[in-house]
């Protein structure tokens, strides 16, 4: 049986904003908190290190407000990152799922490790299960986010320690997971986006019980993923028959696309394909299929019908701006 390794980090970022701030690592790790949870979910381990940052050797005043951090101790008590990651590495041991609260601490956690040369040993898809994301799904409607200390708090949970420091943190994530109802989250596990398929046949399908999740390779552009077939087939979550389509797919705001088709067993199936940057800058998508009913239905017709009225806007404002606009072989007002 797997183990769960419920982890957190609390990172720093460039203090004079984005200007100075390296792209290929936004965030620098400064500490890294981990509990070791049996298959049964109890606490068989635990791992702390402060890591003396090398890249933003200033904290920025929000890190230090928050984490109650400061250069000093990062300096006497932290050790370079490459060590600390080695040893957590090691800690974590060979078979192991990752539980985090959020969905960012292994893509910075990758980000870090790349950045410093350090060989990533994660299996390609990494699977990981985002506790707040669980939280959402099994206590709320799936879509809120809440704060740590907010799930706890709601929860019940004995608030002994002191939140945002990362061992802390990993704790708390690992109560949490621990009050909620095994079989009610185990099926929602994620994917981490550090790595995205490049060609067909990485591409993942997941199964939910209420929906499934497609994750595309890379393409150039956004037209380019949409053109392809697979991407832009509506499948039903339940019987993986391909559907007919009542409406092509189409975008409010070019990042979320919608489309509806129909399952003659499972009945109406809305699409949705959310845009996403990979980390070498090239598109793939992620297509989540699920079946819902009149009320859901209407609710695409609706951002189709506000779509439509958009795009008449904009043409509007172009025919007026033409109007406007002299043509350039016209009479030009003399200059002085
Ligand atoms: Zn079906």
């Keep these: 049986m797997k183990n769960y390794i419920v982890f957190d980090l609390e990172w720093n970022q460039s203090p004079e904003g984005k200007s100075n701030s390296i792209e ?6 400064i500490e890294i908190g981990a509990v070791k949870m049996s ?41 370079p990152f490459t060590e600390a990651v080695r040893e957590f590495i090691q800690w974590c041991g060979r ?63 004995e608030q002994s320690r002191p939140f945002h420091q990362a061992l802390d943190d990993a704790y708390y994530t690992g109560m949490v997971l621990r009050h909620m109802k095994a079989d009610a989250w185990q099926p929602y596990i994620s994917m981490d986006y550090y790595w995205v ?25 956004k037209e380019d993923a949409l053109a392809d077939k697979v991407v832009s087939d509506v499948v039903c979550p339940h019987c993986r028959r391909m559907l007919r ?34 980390e070498n800058g090239k598109i793939y998508a992620v297509k989540t299929m699920k079946a819902t009913d009149e009320t859901g239905a209407k609710s695409v017709f ?22 406007l606009t002299p043509p350039a072989s016209g009479i030009r007002r003399q200059s002085l």
Aim: glycine content about 6%; charged content about 30%.
């Design 39 to 79: 298959a049964d979910l109890q606490i068989i381990s635990q791992f702390h290190r402060l890591i003396t940052p090398q890249v933003y050797t200033k904290l920025h005043y929000v890190i230090s407000e928050v984490t109650h951090m400061d250069m000093g101790k990062l300096k006497a008590e932290g050790e």
């Design 302 to 323: 609706e951002k189709k019908e506000e779509q439509r009225k958009k795009r008449h806007q904009r043409s509007d404002i172009k025919k007026v701006k033409r109007a």
């Design 197 to 221: 398929p490049t060609v067909p046949e990485e591409q993942v399908t997941l199964k939910f019980p209420t929906y499934s999740k497609f994750v595309s390779r890379t393409f150039e552009t």
């Design 95 to 157: 078979d192991c799922r990752f539980c985090t609260w959020g969905s960012m601490d292994l893509m910075e956690l990758q980000r870090n490790m790349e950045f410093y040369g350090v060989e990533i040993p994660f299996e390609r898809p990494l699977y990981y299960y985002d506790v707040q994301k669980l939280y959402g799904i099994t206590a709320k409607d799936g879509k809120e986010k809440l704060s740590l200390d907010h799930a706890v708090e709601e929860l019940g949970i």
């Design 245 to 278: 389509k009542k409406m092509r797919w189409f975008s409010l705001n070019q990042k979320q696309y919608f489309s509806l088709g129909v399952c003659p067993d499972h009945g109406y199936v809305r699409g949705k394909i959310r845009m996403k940057k990979a």
């Design 24 to 29: 290929r690592m936004p965030f620098e790790i």
